[in-house]
């Protein structure tokens, strides 16, 4: 995986990688595959944000794969691309932040933003393949250059125009993948966004998945089968993701004390917040808040 991600656990031996919200980070890379590399580099792995794999060019013996063809990389599940063989292919590696201001984003683009449930396709293995026309691949091929080449460049507002060139790529993507996705569109939609308004009000107080299932008229047993099977995480991992996200907001905006910000964000003992905050962002709260204030 890019530099940019890095490890948090493993769940049954498996990787999970998670894209780093360091504020000095731009929310995107962008991963030039050699040639003969398979998209997953071979070796079983999750992450846990969104991937694009676009093909530019193909080996002789990739049966079946085209140029312009898209890899929409679905986050939470198992991805192995061993038996994927390109001659060449550009991964856009991103956290849903890239779309929005970080007050909100992720939270709570994967039930709201239409042009990221693509990736929530629940095809076996992470993978679902699209093919963009031929005369859509120019602009494919120039808009992943124009991503590379403001990120590299760190020029004024260079973060804007990389998201809106990702944004034109995810328009492509969401109208390719409509016939795909749209049954999973239909169903169960209503309930997590009723799973989502529930954490959304109650993040800042203690909050569980039996009081979220009560909440929305479920058992918590389904209601974690559901969710993970839609979003890739777990109930409880989007309770966390929530408070973590108003944590960096309440950081880079405020002085508060670490005491005072983690009572806000739902959590009473400071010592378990600033652990869980570590282990999340690989840095302290205060540490983080010095690295934000220095990027500013």
């Known amino acids: 995986m890019a530099s940019r991600t890095y490890p948090v656990r493993y769940e ?14 731009p929310p995107m890379s962008v991963v030039r595959f050699t040639v003969g590399a398979p998209p997953a580099q071979g070796n079983p792995h999750i992450h846990d944000f969104p991937v694009l794999m676009y093909v530019d060019s193909i080996l002789p013996e990739a049966a079946g794969v085209r140029i312009g063809d898209i890899y929409v990389v679905s986050p939470g599940v198992v991805v192995d691309g061993a038996g994927v063989h390109l001659a060449g292919a550009a991964g856009i590696l991103f956290d849903p932040a890239a779309l929005g201001d970080d007050t909100t984003a992720p939270w709570p683009a994967w039930r709201a933003h239409p042009l990221l449930f693509p990736f929530l396709h629940g095809i076996p293995g992470g993978l679902l393949r699209l093919h963009v026309p031929p005369e859509r691949q120019p602009l494919w091929e120039s808009a992943i250059a124009a991503i590379e080449d403001e ?35 239909r169903s169960n939609e209503a309930v997590l966004a009723d799973v989502f308004e529930v954490i959304e009000r109650g993040f800042g107080e203690p909050l569980s998945l039996r009081d979220v299932a009560g909440a929305v008229g479920m058992t918590p047993a389904y209601l974690t089968t559901l969710v993970r099977r839609r979003t890739g ?9 929530r408070r973590m996200s108003e944590a960096r907001r309440l950081l880079g905006e405020s002085d508060l004390s670490i005491s005072e910000l983690s009572r806000r964000v739902g959590i009473a003992d400071p010592a378990y917040f600033t652990r869980l905050f570590r282990r999340e962002h690989g840095t302290a709260p205060r540490a983080w808040r010095a690295l934000k204030t220095a990027s500013a």
Not at 12 to 25: E, F, K, M
Not at 233 to 241: A, F, S, Y
């Open 233 to 241: 995480r777990t109930v409880q991992d989007w309770i966390l993701e």
């Open 12 to 25: 049954a031996g498996v990787p999970v990688y998670r894209y780093s919200a360091d504020p000095a980070v």
């Open 151 to 185: 990120l590299s460049g760190g020029r004024a507002g260079y973060r804007q125009a990389a998201a809106a060139h990702l944004t034109l790529l995810l328009v492509d993507v969401a109208r390719l993948a409509v016939d795909v996705v749209g049954d999973l569109r």
